[in-house]
């Protein structure tokens, strides 16, 4: 979410808080994916209840780890999460095929245990831990976050989804295999690329589980402003049949922008837990694609994407990510799969050219007209 000011609407509906005790707490650290809902570190919490995805919960670190033991804070910096740390976090869940993979819970009370999915501080309870990893950091629950009388939700003002696209710029789509593919490495070459040579750009990422990571860095490699699916207020696109009406509402908003184009990242793979396919899936959202960038993290990887956009309706424009780590991942991808390829790391300005050449007509070093 960027510190940049939004237009939102209001939620139409805010829950009250159960009929539970109310009381406060001094909170030592608040997650990013609290998206600026938490203004004080003193905060009113009530004993628990039914939850919702988006509900702000605190909790209590009930250890502390070594490995996968950081927390992204809302200013995007990363802090050691310490035993007994107080935190506010947010509801959610989580399928990661590299990571954690865990559940929202429909209910809480105060002294349940549930985890800490990822880094942006998702809470939920976690059915599956991770070799490198270990398990995810058990916490405490204290309460759910109060304000007025109602729970807090990020939901609250996030921009509501839409029936119609209504942009007409370019739109640039950095999707992959899987997660850690090099997806963003790709969008921020293109983004700091064309920058460099004029274009205004917007950044998008509408999959995955929340943190700031990604689009902070493509805002500090150019990007004049950056959503995700947090300003959608969705902690997670974990289970979702259909992203098409929250991606519509989210590219409606940045197009108002006076941009060239926007670059849109999804998170996770084409085949994955958080709802890429249906984006594709959607016709209106495939044929705005004016450029579709895949990063394959090997060649079987590179031959299914080609394989399964065709089935999608939407061919590979270019091919990037590990799969293009060298000269024989190249001429595979070239020669036997007919894409273009660059690999982000090692020919970012060529990446660059490819999409630039489809999407204005002229390479980066043209510029902007």
Known sequence: MSSKARVRKPKPARRPAPDTPVTRVVLHKVASSTCGRVVDRELEICQGGPVVPGDIVV??????????????????????????DIIAGTIGSRRALKGFVGDSPTQVRSGDTLNVLNMGGVIGVATSANQDYGHPLRVKVLGLAVRDGHVLNIGEGAIPPADRLKVSVPIIVVAGTCMASGKTRAACEIIAWLNQRGFRL???KLSGVAALRDTLNMEDHGAIDALSFLDAGHPSTAGFADLAPMAKGLLNVMA?????????????????????QSFYKDADLRRAVTVHVMCANDLVAAWGAREICRKLGRKIDVMSGPATDNQVGEQYVEQELGIPAANARTAGERLADLVAV???????KGGKS
């Open 256 to 276: 108002a922008n006076p941009l060239d184009a926007i670059v849109v990242e999804m998170g996770d793979g084409i085949i994955g837990g958080y709802g890429v």
């Open 358 to 364: 489809r999407c204005f007509k002229k390479n980066v």
């Open 202 to 204: 917007g950044a998008l």
């Open 59 to 84: 909790v209590e670190a009930l250890e502390e780890k070594r490995v996968y033991d950081q927390l992204e804070l809302i200013t995007g910096r990363l802090a050691h999460i310490s035993k007994d």
